[in-house]
Structures are given as structure tokens and as C-alpha cells.
């Protein structure tokens, strides 16, 4: 088979992402990403460039938009860690990471000038700027990318640095990244890589609820996830109801059916990603995909079936 496509893996959370991508990253083709990166589509990150540097371009927008990416890159990215006390920079190679970004900035600045501050007393004239004031601040002006395919093309080369460069170390000539809201972000993933591969995990609506009440990063009430799930299980159906997959690499799976028939249902999703069969370690078992379909006693489950009684039949259920 021709070398395979880079993959991203989608969900709503509490579906199935997480173990769909170390499933797939211990491929000998694939290299997972092993924590989500969340520059790609978190807000300041990659995607809201895009629009902050083309169609929505001005001086005070794109300004913004890269203090944004500033803070994400330089800040945010490499000051979380994961449940294992990694950071993105060290997973993709800590030197790699910082060379990515700073060669991204020269090519998004127009130019960059000294704005006077004022000092702490303004409006008493007569008053003098105590020793450690700032004098002044930067200001940035961005690029404005008339043609968005060359502000993508400089996007694509951190993206290619960082993942392509972490997946040759392992040896291996693609990789995997996973982040459940790429689900939402599928238009741009394509754009930015458009050979991409996203494969979007399903679960039973209902068992997601029960998982997203347990989590301590969710709201910990029915009603509170119901008001978290519900809009992003819309926003899906609505963009799947008129997007045009003819020409895009797009694959959509159900946790309980591959926990029904792992070895064939692996088969087929390997062959699905242009990859040959392989047995993993890593497996979907039936007994942890269902432990959380009777979490709730019958009058919640009920209620929340009639919560989402269009997005279950629409997401495959019943």
C-alpha cells in the first residue's frame, strides 16, 4: 500500500477518542500524538488565524489574533501537562517545537512599532513616571493574506514540522492526532491538510451523558452536560446534513460495534486508512464501551432520551 494519510480523530469526548487514537498509533505506520495539542482548533489557535489574517483581516483584528496564538504557543501549550506530566513541546521534540514557532512569526508580521504608554498617573500631567513604568508597548501589524492558500501553506509547515518531524523519530511515516473537537472543525482540517484522514468515534448518546457527569472537566448534573452536548451533537448534524464528502478521506465508526467484532471491524478501519491489518494490544471490549448503559435509574434515562430524542436516531441509535 502507497504511504498513508495523516489521520485526525474526532468525537465528543467520552466516546471513544482517546482509545481509537492509541489503537491507531501503535500501527507500525502510525505515530499517535500522545496528548491533544490544541493549536490547531482551540480558540487563538490555527483556525482562528486563518480568518483573522484573510476574511476577517484588519489592523486590530489580526493583531489580536496573533497575541492570541502568542500567548497559546509560547504560554499556554507548553504550561499544560497531561495525566502522564508531558507537555506538546516534549512529546514533538522540545527544540523542533521552538524552532516551529519562531520561524512562524517573521512570516505572519508585517511590521512591529513602539506605542508611547502613558504613565500610571494619567491625567495628572504633573505628576512623573515612577522608574519601573513602560514607556511604551509593542504593537504588531499582521500580514494580510489575500490568498488564503499561502497563509495555509505556512500554517501546514508547523503542523508538518512538529507531527511529521515526531512521527519520523519513531520511525514511522505518518501520524495521528486527536482532539474530540475536531469534530467541529472538520472544514478546516481539510484546508490545512488536505489529504487528512478523519475518522469520527460514536457512542451511544446516552452512555455520553453518563460519562460526561463523572468527569471533573464537565458539568457534574444531567441538565449541565445535556446543555454542554447537546449544541456540539447540533452543530455536527447540521454540518454533516450538507457537507460534501465525495473527495474527502472521511470515516465514521460506532464504539460498540467495533467492541462487537474487534479483529474484523480493525481489519476493516485499517483498510479504511490505507494501512495492512495489524494486531494491536490496545482493543475495544464490549463490557467498557457498555459499563454506562445503566448508570441512570430508568425516569433520568428517560429524561434524557427525550432530551436528545433527534440527535439518537440521527447519530445512528436507537
Known amino acids: 500500500m502507497s504511504a498513508p494519510s495523516p489521520v485526525f480523530v474526532a468525537g465528543t469526548g467520552r466516546s471513544g477518542t482517546s482509545q481509537l487514537a492509541d489503537i491507531l498509533g501503535e500501527h507500525p505506520q502510525i505515530h499517535r500524538i500522545p496528548m491533544e495539542t490544541r493549536f490547531i482548533v482551540d480558540p487563538g489557535g490555527l483556525r482562528d488565524l486563518a480568518d483573522a489574517l484573510t476574511v476577517r483581516c484588519d489592523p486590530i483584528v489580526g493583531e489580536d489574533a496573533l497575541r492570541r496564538l502568542s500567548d497559546l504557543l ?34 505572519l508580521v508585517a511590521c ?32 494580510y493574506f489575500s ?32 482532539t474530540p473537537f475536531n469534530l467541529l472543525c472538520m472544514d478546516f482540517l481539510w484546508e490545512l491538510v488536505p489529504e487528512a484522514t ?51 478521506r472521511y470515516v465514521e465508526v460506532r464504539a460498540e460495534d467495533l467492541a462487537a467484532d474487534w479483529p474484523e471491524q480493525r481489519r476493516a478501519l485499517f483498510e479504511l486508512l490505507g494501512v495492512d491489518d495489524f494486531a494491536t494490544r490496545s482493543t475495544f471490549q464490549s463490557h467498557r464501551v457498555e459499563h454506562r448503559n445503566d448508570q441512570f435509574d430508568p425516569g433520568t434515562r428517560d429524561f434524557v432520551e427525550r432530551a436528545l430524542d433527534g440527535v439518537i436516531p440521527a447519530m445512528g441509535y436507537v
Open 198 to 248: 478523519i475518522v469520527h468515534i460514536k457512542r451511544h448518546p446516552v452512555a455520553v451523558v453518563a460519562s460526561h457527569v463523572d468527569q471533573p472537566w464537565a458539568p457534574p448534573t444531567v441538565d449541565g452536560a445535556l446543555a454542554w452536548l447537546r449544541p456540539v451533537y447540533e452543530r455536527w448534524l447540521a454540518w454533516k446534513a450538507t457537507a460534501d464528502l465525495t473527495d474527502r
Open 147 to 178: 490568498d488564503r492558500r499561502e497563509l495555509l501553506e505556512i500554517l501546514r509547515r508547523v503542523v508538518d514540522t512538529m507531527f511529521g518531524g515526531a512521527a519520523a523519530d519513531a520511525g514511522k511515516p505518518t501520524w495521528c492526532e486527536k
Open 74 to 107: 509560547t504560554v499556554r501549550v507548553p504550561g499544560r501537562r497531561d495525566d502522564r506530566g508531558r507537555t506538546v513541546p516534549e512529546v514533538v521534540g522540545e527544540r523542533r517545537y521552538r524552532d516551529a514557532v519562531g520561524r512562524l512569526w517573521p512570516q
Open 112 to 143: 512591529a512599532f513602539d506605542e508611547s504608554a502613558p504613565a500610571a498617573g494619567a491625567g495628572h500631567s504633573d505628576w512623573p513616571a515612577g522608574p519601573f513604568e513602560p514607556r511604551s508597548h509593542r504593537r504588531v501589524i499582521p500580514r
